[in-house]
């Protein structure tokens, strides 16, 4: 019904700049909110932002407060990550999800992507 495919994921040094990328295809609806979930090795699946359908209202942990940016643009039906200033404990298997009730758990996410692997060097 609603398929989500990342991008923009790959090998950056610390400091460096990544901005992700989440295409929806199928149904969408206005009040779908839209998030970004981690997993590293080893670790369990942690929320990391989420936006609100107007684009008006976004969430972080704290983990990425101040360096990530969450955008959305309904119109091409993709929601955007801006990481700035990464740190090797970014590195992580990204995921984009979305689902009609806002949460920063990932079981409330109905749609999921496939992920995309962020790797941040020392």
């Known amino acids: 019904q609603v398929q989500l495919v990342e991008s923009g994921g790959g090998l950056v040094q610390a400091g460096g700049s990544l901005r992700l990328s989440c295409a929806a295809s199928?149904?969408?609806?206005?009040?779908?909110?839209m998030g970004w979930f981690r997993q590293a090795p080893g670790k369990e699946r942690e929320f990391v932002a989420a936006?609100?359908?107007?684009?008006?209202?976004?969430y972080y942990a704290d983990s990425v407060k101040g360096r990530f940016t969450i955008s959305r643009d309904n119109a091409k039906n993709t929601v955007y990550l801006q990481m700035n200033s990464l740190k090797p404990e970014d590195t992580a298997v990204y995921y984009c999800?979305?689902?009609?009730?806002?949460?920063?758990?990932?079981?409330?996410?109905?749609?999921w992507g496939q992920g995309t692997q962020v790797t941040v060097s020392s």
């Open positions: 199928g149904r969408t609806v206005r009040w779908n909110a």
């Open positions: 936006v609100s359908w107007s684009g008006g209202n976004t």
């Open positions: 999800a979305t689902g009609s009730t806002w949460s920063t758990r990932s079981v409330d996410y109905e749609y």
